[in-house]
């Protein structure tokens, strides 16, 4: 090989790299990404069953139900509407009846979320910002 | 009124900072030494100005003066003294603070030790940090002072946010920052040598302990800051690709392709353009994970746009210094001379292969972390890009640069013999592959993937080995000779071994912890138990407990090994800090070898039980043991004669100049 | 203050002189770039040659890299003698200028900022010593504070903590009263009092709801001490808001037949057993209750309104018991429940209907109206 040869095949590996990341991150992008929806978007323009999504919105009062072991059945609510919530695991130390919560997980066919993470605020002034800002779109929320 | 020299000690340092980012820059432009000279005494005193603020606003803090409102806002007189000293920085303009005084402080030892530099490039990397201090000092006194007043005073503090009130975030964010800001000085050297116009080898090798030091603090401050969300948010994570982790990764990634660069650099002259223009993204990494956690952006764009002008300053100290230094890098780099030429198969080509996958992973890294910004300011649409998107792209990324460190050190500079270097290193691969077989068909749940990232793993470890082994001549002479020869190595080798062995335990850390992790989620009943690896806790009952400012239910667990023996309890609390009424999880954490069984509890069920979630974390604490490896790798190169060679007594250079004609 | 100036003013001189310091030393040759570039070069060379030495580097290998390092020290003294050539004639007058202008700038800049930013005149309040000055001319609020410092120093002040709490509560601070509450709880033992008054404290903070926490303390008080007033008030009080008004009242009037006389308590149960009967606070209960203590005066009332709220959804047909209701909503400055009670007797009578009218105008009167704004 010659010199310029030699470098055109480093430069060529290099490119070949470079383009297998960006198509990785391209792909990545579209798959591994949940949107984030409102009880109220979700009324509105259904998600597909089987489809991973985050939800936020306010823990409905009266709603929370324990007891099947750890598993917890609760609604999340943005005052429109509701969704349930099924989790299976330690909830965060602040969720609470009437307080912010974003969940995320797999949508089953019968409208009921089965989540795998729970966030509840991380502490007393931290809204979980996507519900803090549609929330307030909506007025059911205001800070304090 | 001591509150108020702390304050006055602050203006008078941005006074200065001015000073020192003009002067010397005039000095070097029109040949004056005295002028030159400026900017060391100003760096001094500077740092000298800062620490009293700093210290001014600790004993504030320590005192509890809710006269200023920093400390009303953030402290609690009844805080136990660690955490009023902590808390200082545990808030933005405190920990803003903190970030001067770390950007003084590097400059302060530039000027101090820096007397190897030729006169004009220390004048101006002297001058470009003053710079970088006036922006800095100018945000904080404009924007977000910590010295403001408050009048009356009240009698009582809001309290510090009790998830921030734990000793890992003591020493957090000082070793974070030593990293994140010492990359400035990797920076103003780049943008000083860009001004001068001249850039050579030796410019590599003067910026080297910098660029090594700021790497080492971010290396420690990183692994910190993931034990401490380890084990106090009680979720057994240690890492979430959370953009606030994401902002000090970057940095580290990009720091660390600087570190390999720079050595091509200096050994052959090549790369020139590359790694000034590395030195410069480095920083402007750090600059932009300021950015992303100070301006409020994360928390909420809209937040952002609301209250714009913290997120509008920081912003324009971002577009400045990064838009400046690369506009002089554009200007500038076109008239370096080009370095030496080398074999693909060669330890240069090694290095460039290591920064080509480096920067990659740093660029995937930087869209994962950005792209739910921008999508959201340009369409409002909110999305969340999480783990999954970084396990597709950041592992296998990452994978291929893990297999081929062990040959880097192998090569030889400009033509290497990749088959001769596989040959010396065939024993470390049969032992890495051996071990990954046995672990595959002995350990049970061991899946092909766990084998493989363990063979990968021990492959880095053993590969470091090899590396010292060759280098001391194992096999080759006696073991007397082999020893006096290892022993008589540089330091920098020892440093590299660390740090590529340490590499290796952090991978087998992550690796067995994320394939061979068990997790148990059930509700116990007193007297009940749970298996959780070789070991079985038996819950004894709740226990109420009082501490200085918080209250707390205690589960307490007793430990059996595998042989019935008991081992010990694991106290595993609810907490509720009184004054915020805010509750806190901490989880019971007991370390057996290298693995962890970790314990968090939940509330408690209708029939008397307690939700209790046990993990079983195999080797575990290898992740952040192999980070602390490869910040020893960091110090004991840092260590390394070659790096403190001093200024040439002149008598000396004069006579090798003469002697060189 | 005086002090403050003069430690100023020497800060200033300091960092003036700092930057005076290279124009004060003797004068002296800087050693050129070149010198500190070949010190490296030299460095590099005498490495290869250990290197070599230990065999870590090939004979032809470090021949070539001798030769590298040979050219770029030679590279140096050609760039050191083109710049040799363009070395600019120092302009001694210029110099001299920004150096005293940079020696200027440095008092001008800080004292005119800090003019503009600082409060010279504020001293530091550390709270240890405003905790020691002179506590007969302390406002409530400082004693506290040192009441709360003193506790901080000994948490297992049990007594402490028990002449806390009622002090809290009685300043409306009733989250930290339960917390003082219990704190007492934990360390000197249960009471039948101190649950009581923890449970009162809960209710507080729930403004005058009886949560199922405070009622939880409640029991434990009479699981303690089946008599303790304070308890079995409360308790009626919890029936009451759940609507179960007749269980409310047989609590509150057999109370008040079996508290002897001079118990306060005797009285309070009368008035709100009679208030459930008569369906709302009536203008003598209200005016009995100016002779009470604020927080058992806001007590009482709730507990009135809580009951005929109760009622009211139980039997809405009563015109004139939604009227008291409303005004007591409004007394209270509940406008959000005073609203709420509206609609639904707009709903129990129909909006269109004659009684329904009526209502709203006299809700209109009180400034409520059905628009919900």
Not at chain 2, 452 to 460: A, K, S, T, V
Request: neutral net charge.
């Amino acid at each position: 090989m010659t010199r310029k040869q030699k470098r055109l095949a480093v430069i060529g590996t290099g490119m070949g790299f470079l383009a297998l990341a960006a198509a990785l991150t391209f792909y990545a992008l579209g798959q591994q990404t949940s949107y984030f929806y409102m009880p109220a978007d979700l009324a509105a323009k259904p998600a597909a069953a089987g489809e991973r999504i985050r939800l936020g919105g306010l823990v409905e009062q009266g709603s929370v139900v324990r007891g099947e072991g750890t598993r917890v059945r609760f609604a999340v609510t943005d005052h429109e509407s509701s969704v349930m919530v099924v989790y299976d695991g330690i909830l965060p130390d602040l969720f609470r009846e009437e307080q912010g919560v974003v969940t995320e997980g797999v949508l089953g066919a019968d409208g009921v979320l089965v989540a795998d993470t729970v966030l509840a605020k991380h502490d007393e002034t931290y809204m979980p910002r996507e519900v803090a800002e549609s929330l307030k779109e909506r007025g059911v929320w205001q800070e304090q | 009124m001591s509150v108020e020299l702390g304050h006055f000690a602050l203006v008078l340092a941005l006074a200065l900072a001015l000073v020192q980012s003009s002067v010397p820059l005039a000095g070097a432009r029109l040949g004056s030494p005295s002028l030159m000279r400026v900017g060391e005494p100003t760096a001094i005193a500077g740092l000298g100005l800062v620490a009293i603020a700093f210290a001014v606003l600790t004993l504030a803090y320590v005192r509890s003066d809710f006269s200023v409102l920093n400390v009303w806002e953030n402290s609690h007189s009844a805080k136990p003294l660690l955490f009023k000293i902590t808390g200082t920085w545990g808030n933005h303009e405190g920990s803003m603070l903190l970030w001067v005084l770390i950007l003084s402080l590097f400059g302060a030892l530039v000027a101090a030790f820096g007397r190897n530099l030729p006169p004009t490039l220390r004048a101006n990397v002297l001058a470009v940090q003053g710079l970088i201090a006036t922006a800095f000092l100018a945000f904080i006194l404009f924007t977000s002072n910590p010295f403001t007043r408050l009048v009356p005073a009240p009698m009582q503090g809001r309290d510090l946010n009790p998830i921030l009130q734990d000793i890992g975030l003591a020493i957090h964010p000082p070793l974070l920052y030593l990293g994140y800001v010492g990359f400035s000085i990797a920076f103003s050297f780049a943008v000083a040598a860009l001004i001068d116009g001249r850039i050579d080898a030796a410019w590599a090798r003067w910026v080297r302990p910098w660029t090594l030091a700021a790497w080492a603090f971010l290396t420690g401050g990183i692994a910190m800051g993931s034990y401490w969300a380890y084990y106090e948010l009680g979720w057994g994570g240690f890492w979430f690709w959370d953009p606030v982790e994401n902002a000090s990764f970057m940095p580290w990634l990009a720091g660390t392709a600087l570190l390999h660069s720079a050595i091509v650099m200096e050994k052959r002259s090549a790369l020139k353009i590359w790694t000034v223009l590395l030195a410069i993204l480095t920083f402007s990494l750090s600059l932009l994970g300021t950015f992303l956690v100070r301006s409020g952006v994360l928390t909420s764009v809209h937040a952002f746009a609301t209250d714009p002008t913290r997120g509008v300053f920081i912003l324009a100290i971002l577009v400045f210094f990064i838009g400046g230094a690369l506009a002089l890098f554009a200007l500038r780099a076109a008239a370096l001379a080009p370095g030496g030429l080398f074999h693909p198969i060669s330890r240069e080509g090694a290095l460039v292969l290591n920064n080509l996958l480096l920067t990659t992973v740093t660029a995937t890294v930087l869209v994962g972390t950005l792209y739910p910004l921008v999508v959201e300011a340009v369409t409002g649409e909110k999305i969340s890009v999480g783990a999954p998107f970084f396990n597709l792209t950041f592992v296998p990324l990452f994978l291929p640069l893990l297999a081929v460190v062990p040959f880097g050190p192998m090569l030889a500079w400009k033509r290497g013999d990749l088959a001769g270097a596989f040959q010396r290193l065939h024993l470390a691969f049969a032992a890495a592959t051996v071990v990954a077989f046995l672990s595959f068909f002995l350990v049970d749940r061991a899946s092909a993937l766990a084998a493989l990232g363990i063979g990968l793993g021990l492959w880095l470890v053993f590969g470091a080995l090899t590396d010292l082994a060759v280098k001391s001549g194992v096999g080759k002479a006696g073991p007397a000779v082999a020893l006096r020869r290892l022993k008589g190595l540089p330091l920098s080798v020892f440093g590299t071994a660390l740090a590529h062995a340490g590499l290796g335990l952090a991978v087998l850390g992550v690796v067995c912890v994320t394939t061979l992790e068990e997790e148990h989620i059930l509700t116990m009943q007193p007297g009940q138990t749970v298996e959780a690896g070789d070991h079985r806790l038996r819950f004894e009952g709740l226990r109420p407990f009082t501490g200085p400012n918080y209250t707390e239910e205690q589960a307490h667990f007793a430990l059996f090994g595998a042989d019935s023996l008991r081992r010990g309890s694991i106290v595993s609390s609810k907490r509720l800090y009184t004054a915020r009424g805010m509750p806190t999880t901490e989880a019971g954490i007991r370390t057996i070898g290298l693995s962890q069984l970790y314990v968090s509890i939940g509330d408690e069920t209708a029939d008397g039980g307690l939700v209790v979630r046990v993990w079983w974390k195999p080797q575990v604490t290898l992740i952040w043991i192999g980070a602390l490896v490869m910040m020893l790798g960091g110090m004991v190169s840092l260590c390394d004669r070659r790096l403190r060679i001093g200024a040439p007594a002149r008598r000396r250079a004069e006579a090798a100049a003469g002697e060189a004609a | 203050m005086l002090l403050f100036w003069v430690l100023a003013a020497l800060m200033t001189f300091a960092a003036a002189l700092a930057v005076m310091l290279p124009f004060l030393r003797r004068r002296e040759e800087a050693t050129a770039g070149s010198a500190h570039d070949l010190a490296v070069y030299r460095d590099q060379l005498a490495e290869l040659e250990q290197e070599l030495a230990r065999g870590l580097i090939s004979r032809p290998d470090a021949q070539q890299a001798r030769a590298e390092i040979g050219r770029r020290i030679l590279r140096l003294q050609e760039e050191e003698k083109a710049a040799g050539q363009s070395v600019q004639a120092r302009r001694a007058g210029t110099v001299r200028a920004i150096a005293a202008a940079a020696v200027l700038a440095v008092p001008a800049v800080s004292w005119g900022l800090y003019a503009f930013l600082g409060s010279p005149g504020l001293p530091a309040l550390p709270l240890a010593a405003r905790l020691n000055a002179d506590p007969a001319q302390a406002p409530l609020e400082e004693l506290i504070a040192r009441a709360e410092a003193h506790l901080a120093d000994n948490p297992q002040d049990a007594r402490g903590w028990e002449v806390l709490a009622p002090v809290y509560a009685r300043l409306g601070r009733f989250g930290d009263a339960a917390a003082a509450y219990r704190r007492t709880i934990a360390l000197a033992g249960p009471s039948a009092a101190r649950h009581a008054a923890l449970g009162e404290a809960l209710v507080g903070e729930a403004s005058g709801i009886v949560t199922a926490d405070a009622e939880a303390a409640f029991a434990e008080a009479l699981g303690l001490d089946a008599d303790n007033p304070r308890a079995r008030f409360f308790i009626a009080m919890a029936r009451a808001q759940e609507g179960k008004t007749e269980e409310a009242r047989a609590l509150w009037q057999q109370m008040a037949a079996e508290l002897p006389p001079d118990s306060p308590w005797r009285e309070m149960a009368g008035q709100a057993a009679a208030s459930l009967s008569a369906a709302g606070p009536s203008e003598a209960d209200i005016a009995a209750a100016q002779d009470m203590s604020p927080e058992a005066r806001r007590e009482m009332i709730e507990g009135m309104v809580a009951g005929l709220d109760a009622r009211l959804r139980e039997e809405p047909g009563d015109a004139e018991a939604w009227r008291r209701l409303l005004r007591s909503y409004v007394v209270l400055d509940r406008r959000e429940e005073a609203r709420a009670a509206l609609q639904r007797a707009l709903a129990a009578f129909g909006a269109d209907s004659r009684e329904g009218q009526a209502l709203a105008e006299f809700a209109r009167e009180l400034g409520i109206d059905d628009e919900g704004r």
